[in-house]
């Protein structure tokens, strides 16, 4: 969850008291990340779990919740800022006339760990390689300072440029100090606080949903658009900007709050495939919550089928690291795809793969790694010892995942690779197709190698008994492991 990914540390809040000029760009040495907060970083407003805070506070006199509110807040979900919603807040400072400037302190610090499980999942990976790249990384907000400072703490932000109200020995006088920081004002903040901080915005990002945000997104190097509104989302294409979305990986779509695989799930049953029998164990083992690596060994295209029957049972989403090749293969390519799988191509030593699946983990999800890569061929399809490459022993040291073995047997039967289909045919004695989950492997995560062997160990372990025994296979087993289109040199 998000609240596990989250680091503790006290930011900076910039308050502007509106004097000087909101002068050109000054060069910088830094660059920084300037994040927007309702919308972009969590799922909607943050305006309800505030309010119900201010209300433990006795803010509100007595009163359970103010006229509309929550009516307001879904459109805002649903649609984003409008005109209409924004004059309301422009107008908020005039009713906090006499509170006290502790009492909303409190209820800021009340909130800000129900604001962390808003938080969208993907996020927190975006701003850690944020920070691994060296970009002091700020939160921008209209939303007022004293409520959104601890939840910036305990999200890590360096800094916070925010909406401050005006205030007078501990009361607030219902005004603003400096900018109401939204559209122009907070484009005019952030120019202030970047030549202050000697930032360059020209090499800095920007993240936002709005549209008002236009004004700080055309000043920065870099924008972003992150669950835009639809105004947002045109001047977006038309301007050849990134278009992001936080609550799934990039290129999986989602309609009506579902992806493919919500769908899909229906379908991932094994009555649907009559040509072959599943027997699977071991699927209650993989925690309902949290990131988790399940490591499977590889037999055939077929795998990805028992693999989406196992991640249909788990009921959260699933993504699938493996070969380039398995996501061009016939209809499991395109299941692989909807199941938001992470190509891997051979021999390029791009790092990509290995960093989506990271965001994938940090988000909280499972991922599915077939550690061999490729199907082994020939002799090496019948070893009694699994070798796996380093990747999944790497990203357990990165994220922390526990590492969960799975061992597949059978699924060759029905799909051999030697065969473009699968033998779709064989329904009166369809072969079985074994998948066993183990328990997480104990790992050292200091040594990637060491590691990976205890997981391919373990992988061997859920294999049935024949499968640890040598067996001197035949020619025709031997074609069998290669592709239709190998030529024996």
């Not at 805070?53 to 006229?67: D, N, Y």
């Not at 000697?198 to 008002?212: E, G, N, T």
């Not at 049972?313 to 795809?337: I, N, S, T, W, Y």
């Not at 779709?424 to 998948?435: A, D, G, I, Q, Y």
Request: glycine content about 10%; hydrophobic content about 45%.
């Amino acid at each position: 969850m998000v609240s596990a990914m989250v680091t503790a540390r006290s930011p900076k809040t910039h308050h502007h008291n509106g004097n000087g000029s909101a002068r050109g760009d000054a060069p910088g040495s830094r660059a920084a990340v300037f994040v927007d907060l309702d919308r972009t970083l969590l799922r909607g407003a943050s305006g309800l779990v505030l309010s119900a805070a201010m209300h433990v506070e006795g803010l509100f006199e007595g009163r359970r919740s103010l006229p509309g509110e929550r009516i307001v807040y879904g459109l805002y979900d649903l649609m984003g800022e409008s005109l209409a919603f924004m004059a309301m807040v422009r107008a908020a400072p005039h009713f906090t006339r006499g509170w006290d400037v502790e009492a909303v302190c409190r209820a800021g610090a009340l909130a800000a760990p129900e604001l962390v499980e808003l938080v969208q999942p993907y996020a927190p990976g975006v701003l850690a390689e944020h920070r691994e790249a060296g970009h002091l990384v700020v939160l921008t907000t209209t939303t007022p300072s004293d409520l959104v400072a601890p939840f910036a703490g305990l999200l890590g932000f360096d800094h916070v440029l925010a909406t401050r109200y005006g205030r007078h020995e501990g009361r607030y006088t219902g005004g603003i100090e400096g900018e109401f920081v939204w559209a122009t004002g907070k484009l005019a903040a952030v120019r202030r606080w970047a030549q202050e901080a000697k930032v360059d915005l020209s090499r800095s990002h920007a993240y936002s949903d709005s549209v008002f945000d236009l004004p700080l997104l055309g000043a920065v190097g870099r924008p972003h658009a992150v669950n835009p509104d639809r105004r947002l989302h045109a001047v977006a294409r038309l301007r050849r900007w990134p278009v992001e979305r936080w609550d799934r990986p990039p290129g999986v779509p989602k309609v009506g709050g579902l992806e493919p695989y919500d769908m899909l799930r229906t379908l991932m049953r094994p009555a649907v495939f009559p040509y072959a029998r599943f027997d699977i164990d071991g699927v209650a083992r993989v925690p309902h919550r949290g990131p988790v690596i399940l490591a499977a060994n590889h037999r055939s295209y077929f795998d990805v089928v028992a693999l989406a029957i196992v991640a249909a049972r788990l009921g959260r989403p699933v993504r699938f690291l493996a070969k380039r090749e398995l996501f061009d293969a016939p209809v499991v390519g395109q299941l692989a795809r909807a199941l938001g799988g992470i190509p891997v191509d051979r021999g390029s030593r791009s790092d990509v793969p290995l960093r989506e699946a990271r965001r994938a983990l940090e988000a909280g999800e499972v991922v599915v790694i077939l550690p061999q890569g490729t199907i082994p061929r020939g002799k090496k399809f019948f070893d009694t010892e699994l070798r796996g490459k380093t990747g999944t022993a790497r990203l357990a040291a990165m994220t922390g995942a526990p590492v969960l073995p799975v061992g597949l047997w059978g699924t060759e039967a029905v799909w051999a690779r030697s065969s473009r289909l699968p033998d779709v045919t064989n329904l009166l004695h369809p072969p079985s197709v074994r998948v066993r989950v183990g328990k997480p492997v104990h790992l050292g995560l200091s040594d990637a190698t060491v590691d990976t062997e205890a997981i391919m160990s373990a992988i061997m372990t859920q294999l049935p008994a024949e499968a640890q025994r040598p067996h001197e296979p035949t020619a025709e087993e031997l074609a069998r492991t290669f592709p239709p289109d190998h030529v024996d040199t």
